[in-house]
């Protein structure tokens, strides 16, 4: 069979779909695969990285500003957008997929659109609790959707039911033993091991958080902490230096630029501090960890929210919106669930009950059978 692959913009589209390009590879060797992107985004550097050939068209968002220079922007859009038509067409004359599956972002509207106009099989994947722009019009066109939550369902309007598949998790992460990664990480047995992190670049809101919370609780017994800073949060180090704050070889706090082995360190940790972005969301689900969700403010349609909020309502999670994060508040929260093994259990067990930890073996099961 030939697959073709769309997605663009970040790596919450993309990533999904490389992992499910590649189970699909594994399962049968002989599928032909092909990616479309947005000209110039992540994708065109990502993709062939993972060992997939793209092709790219150009797309851009509209903008919500309705300035003139917003308006003129908008123009070009609409330019765009026919255009990208025309080239999503040949592309799909050329390689001519026996199915066309969407994972999000603006590319996948006019190429999704054209192949069911073509009367190719189709099929979506929605990664975040509340779905994005191009997902909710495709979802009444579509042969197949998919959800990674069923809190999605309610905000789409699809040809045909939905299916729950969950999101794909990496297979290291499902298959590290926690008892070897606290081993390797120097855990003692009754440590509690929180790790945090808010994205490869780095949140500022979260990073001054910790460094907050670190100075309530550096002194807590048989508490550790492993924070990732991200890109841009090369100033915590020296900030905790100034506060006279011990971190490193020797002491219960470790910092990172990024975390590299994070299938370790997520089978090690007690607790969980994070954004709330799908992946991260469904490896916290897959593990049955606690968490405390900090959505972030800036993502499309507030899906960050949405996908905390469908844990938290379960007590799945604890969330703390950003405009209320504060270093005491977190530090207050890591306390109650160090001193609380029932409440630490509950929501462990709350977290794992709608994971879908065979979700890349449906997805492949749905998307082969069109």
């Not at 993709?47 to 500003?65: H, W």
């Amino acid at each position: 069979m030939k697959f073709m692959f769309v997605a663009g913009g970040t790596g919450g589209h993309i990533n999904p779909a490389i992992a499910v390009a590649k189970e699909v590879k594994r399962l049968d060797p002989s599928s032909e695969i092909l990616f479309v992107g947005t000209e110039g985004r992540m994708e065109t550097t990502i993709v062939p990285n993972a060992g997939f050939e793209i092709k790219t068209v150009q797309m851009n968002g509209f903008s919500r500003n309705m300035t003139f220079s917003g308006i003129i922007e908008n123009i070009k859009t609409v330019i765009l957008t026919l255009k990208a038509y025309i080239d999503a067409k040949k592309i799909l004359e050329d390689f001519k997929p026996d199915v066309v599956v969407g994972f999000g972002g603006y590319v996948t509207g006019p190429v999704l659109k054209m192949a069911v106009k073509m009367g190719i099989k189709t099929a979506i994947h929605e990664q975040n609790a509340f779905p994005g722009v191009a997902n909710k019009a495709l979802a009444k066109e579509v042969d197949k959707v998919m959800l990674t939550s069923a809190d999605a369902e309610k905000h789409m309007k699809c040809k045909n039911p939905p299916i729950v598949t969950g999101l794909p998790v990496r297979r290291e992460i499902l298959k590290t033993d926690r008892d070897f990664a606290r081993a390797s990480m120097g855990l003692q047995s009754d440590d509690i091991l929180v790790l945090s992190m808010g994205g490869s670049l780095g949140a500022d809101a979260i990073n001054k958080a910790i460094v907050e919370m670190l100075d309530v609780l550096k002194d807590e017994k048989n508490i550790c902490f492993l924070h990732s800073t991200g890109k841009y949060g090369n100033w915590v180090g020296d900030k905790l230096k100034e506060m006279d704050i011990p971190f490193g070889r020797g002491t219960n706090i470790h910092i990172r630029e990024y975390i590299d082995n994070m299938d370790v360190c997520l089978a090690a940790c007690d607790i969980v501090i994070s954004r709330a972005g799908a992946s991260s969301i469904s490896e916290i689900q897959a593990l049955k960890k606690p968490s405390i969700l900090i959505p972030s403010p800036n993502v499309a349609e507030n899906h960050q929210f949405h996908n905390a909020m469908a844990l938290a309502k379960n007590d799945g999670a604890i969330l703390i919106e950003e405009k209320d994060l504060d270093g005491k508040y977190l530090a207050q929260k890591i306390i109650e669930l160090k001193n609380d093994s029932i409440k630490l259990y509950r929501i462990s067990q709350n977290a794992g009950k709608d994971a879908k930890i065979n979700a890349l073996s449906e997805i492949c099961r749905i998307i082969t059978s069109l």
